[in-house]
């Protein structure tokens, strides 16, 4: 037999293999698993092979052993469902690796476990059936836990911001929704009567709220009774468990205390809340009112399913692996191309202490964990993926040295985001830049968001171009589609040519509290709550931007800092120090730190505010704070036209704010021929054909209407000094 250089990498998913040597040129030869395995034994993988793979059966840990050198190997992944029990892990050997599907999107990956159509059993038991409404009865089906092998069966905590560990149904490859009052939106509280204990954990007191709704006489604590809600602000949604119902007195009253306690940081004393605290009812099996709608009744270890047909589902699948997808850790040039990844309870690819790792043409959805996690990463680059249905972030990347200012040189490019942070829906964004230096995500789509499209705390040297935001912030308030915060060392990105709109919730760029040493310029936020929003940061430059009917102002520029003391501001502070800021290569790149005075630091300091317009908003330009606090900057208010109509861009209503031939905003700011308006968002290239259609996508979020009121940032601000 001639002998054959052979490199297996996802033996697991072997059925067929065709292996082709480009070091030998030989004929490829069909192995069965057994024979690969055994040829790997005694002939280590060399360099230089391409894999064709089927997805029948096989064994993956042993193969990815026996791999010596990766260099220059492609693994080709015929189209599928690779069905995954165990983490895909790749390490140093296994550097060079070229993982693809034979044709983009058709081979899958995923670690579900399956349930048969015969493992679901109709409910006949009347004491559970009388609980329901007649037009459930019939198309009600559970599910033993235990026997379908399924680890995650709960009970939830006491308290969590998640999905509380609990696993996730998938039917038909769509999400079935967990039970839930209402079915969409929030009930809110009548009246706070108790705050319970204000520092919360284990043992403490619960709060008392008292509701008025009907469905209180139906709800029971008994099983286990959750109620999710926005407590305190509309930034951080918290699910807690509830002791005792009084529907007498119409009372509620929470099993354990929570973090500040029960009521709206807004409520003027003596008053405990304000009527805004909102929240929803989760997993009660009372609540199966809408086909889909599943509960798990933890006594008994038991989903129930209010089933979409009459018949129990054929292709359901539930979400229990909290181990990631794939790890790669220590690996170098590994390119993952064409692959879908679905059905994990955790993670999907995790990546550490490895380089330019590529991610391309790949496809992410239904994963309850982070859908790409990237740790001290180094030239990573994600390029024309899709992510939805993602209940944590979509991307986190963490990279780079900002004590020296190293780049980590990662890149996320023209790629779509859309329904991310579905069960953390905030501070899970689609793209969380974690500190770090050199990121640049560009000319990616993100819209149907609960919170933020980008976070960027703790960033220097940052770039954020070309992007389009749509529908952000549908579920909270009180943040930015690019949003920061506190750091007067996160300094030098830049935020230029990026297209916010139909986000009334959201602060199209905002640099909240102290957040200091941004470049906004050549934006565009139409339908926004406010365009750039400075929340007494420094040396922030907004320059040529575009505002265009924001529901509370067009920009935004405020002296919280004197208020809330950041003069004094620990955390601000101890950065400074930490970094050196006042020698290289701090003092060279950002010579500007050098001129601040530490007896200013509650100021707005070395703030530009110039040539920008504003068109239709409720206000152009809104100033909080004294006029002579503002002394240490330079703000030019914007240019300001009153309707649409005067400005006489080329088609509002279809999103088109090019201004037509001799339009009025021509004359007066000529800086709107500085915005490329016809590059924003996503492109066409070999992994994305064709392009999503933006109006059609408007019209059915029209049609859902899921946009919350809007919240107006400056009332955090008049509200407290915290």
Not at 339 to 359: K, P, R, W, Y
Not at 536 to 546: E, F, M, P, S, Y
Request: with cysteine; hydrophobic share 35%; glycine share 8%.
């Amino acid at each position: 037999m001639k002998r054959l250089i052979v490199c297996v990498f996802l033996c697991s998913l072997l059925g067929e293999t065709q292996l082709a040597c480009a070091k030998s040129h030989e004929k490829n030869d069909r192995l069965t698993n057994e024979t690969v395995s055994r040829h790997l034994e005694t002939n280590p993988t060399a360099a230089g092979c391409s894999i064709y793979v089927s997805p029948d059966k096989g064994t993956l840990e042993a193969s990815l052993r026996l791999i010596t050198n990766a260099s220059h190997t492609t693994v080709i992944l015929k189209a599928g469902v690779y069905w995954q029990t165990n983490t895909l892990k790749l390490t140093a050997q296994h550097s060079g690796l070229h993982i693809r599907a034979a044709e983009q999107g058709t081979a899958v990956i995923n670690t579900g476990v399956r349930v048969k159509k015969s493992d679901w059993q109709r409910v006949t038991d009347e004491t559970v059936l009388k609980r329901l409404s007649p037009a459930v009865r019939n198309r009600l089906f559970s599910l033993d836990l235990d026997k379908a092998g399924i680890s995650h069966k709960g009970p939830y905590p006491e308290t969590f911001g998640d999905f509380g560990g609990l696993c996730q149904l998938i039917v038909n490859q769509e999400w079935m929704p967990l039970s839930r009052f209402p079915n969409s939106g929030y009930i809110k509280v009548d009246q706070v009567l108790e705050k319970g204990d204000t520092k919360g954990g284990k043992g403490t007191t619960g709060g008392v709220i008292q509701i008025k709704t009907p469905h209180l006489s139906q709800w029971s604590t008994q099983e286990g009774l959750w109620f999710q809600g926005y407590w305190v602000v509309p930034w951080t949604r918290t699910a807690i468990k509830m002791a005792r119902l009084d529907v007498q007195k119409k009372t509620a009253t929470f099993a354990i205390g929570v973090s500040r306690g029960i009521g709206s940081k807004y409520a003027k004393p003596p008053a405990l809340g304000n009527g805004m605290e909102e929240f929803c009812v989760i997993n009660a099996l009372e609540e199966l009112d809408m086909p889909g709608e599943w509960c798990v009744r933890f006594n008994e270890k038991r989903l129930y399913l209010f089933s979409p047909t009459l018949e129990a589902p054929e292709h359901a699948v539930i979400a229990d692996q909290t181990a990631p997808m794939i790890s790669i850790s220590g690996a170098t040039n590994v390119v993952i191309e064409g692959l879908c990844f679905t059905g994990n309870l955790g993670d999907g690819i995790v990546v550490e202490q490895s380089a330019q790792v590529q991610l391309q043409g790949c496809t992410f959805e239904r994963i309850c964990g982070t859908a790409v996690s990237m740790k001290d990463a180094l030239r990573h680059r994600i390029h024309s993926c899709d992510f939805s249905d993602i209940g944590k972030s979509g991307i986190v990347l963490s990279g780079g040295d900002r004590k020296t200012l190293i780049s980590s040189e990662c890149v996320v490019d023209n790629s779509r985001f859309w329904r991310i942070g579905r069960h953390q829906n905030t501070y899970a964004p689609p793209i969380d830049c974690k500190a770090g230096v050199g990121y640049a995500v560009t000319h990616n789509f993100f819209h149907d968001l609960p919170h933020a499209a980008v976070l960027y705390f703790n960033n220097n040297d940052s770039l954020f171009e070309y992007n389009e935001v749509a529908r952000a912030a549908l579920d909270s308030g009180d943040v930015g589609a690019f949003y920061s915060c506190l750091d007067r060392t996160s300094r030098g990105n830049v935020l230029r040519y990026n297209f916010v709109y139909d986000s009334p919730q959201i602060n199209g760029f905002y640099m909240d509290d102290g957040d200091s040493g941004d470049t906004i310029v050549n934006n565009v936020c139409y339908n926004t709550a406010c365009g750039p929003f400075v929340g007494g940061g420094h040396d922030n430059i907004i320059k040529g931007n575009l505002s265009i009917a924001c529901v509370t102002a067009g920009f935004h520029i405020d002296t919280r800092g004197l208020a809330r003391g950041y003069k004094d501001h620990l955390g601000m502070s101890k950065k400074l120090a930490d970094y050196h800021v006042l020698q290289p290569p701090w003092s060279l790149r950002y010579p500007e730190l050098a001129r601040m005075n530490p007896e200013q630091w509650g100021y707005p300091t070395g703030d530009v505010l110039t040539n920008n317009m504003s068109v239709a908003c409720k206000l152009p330009f809104r100033k909080s704070g004294k006029v002579e606090d503002f002394k240490y900057s330079s703000l030019t208010p914007p240019l300001m036209i009153q309707t649409l109509a005067d400005a006489g861009f080329k088609n509002p209503a279809a999103l088109d704010f090019r201004p037509n031939p001799g339009a009025h905003i021509l004359d007066v700011w000529p800086a709107i021929r500085e915005i490329p308006f016809e590059k924003y968002g996503l492109y066409r290239d070999k992994w994305r054909l064709t392009l999503p259609d933006r109006l059609a996508l408007r019209q059915e979020a029209d049609r859902l209407k899921q946009q919350k009121d809007a919240f107006d940032s400056a009332m955090d601000l008049k509200a407290s000094g915290n």
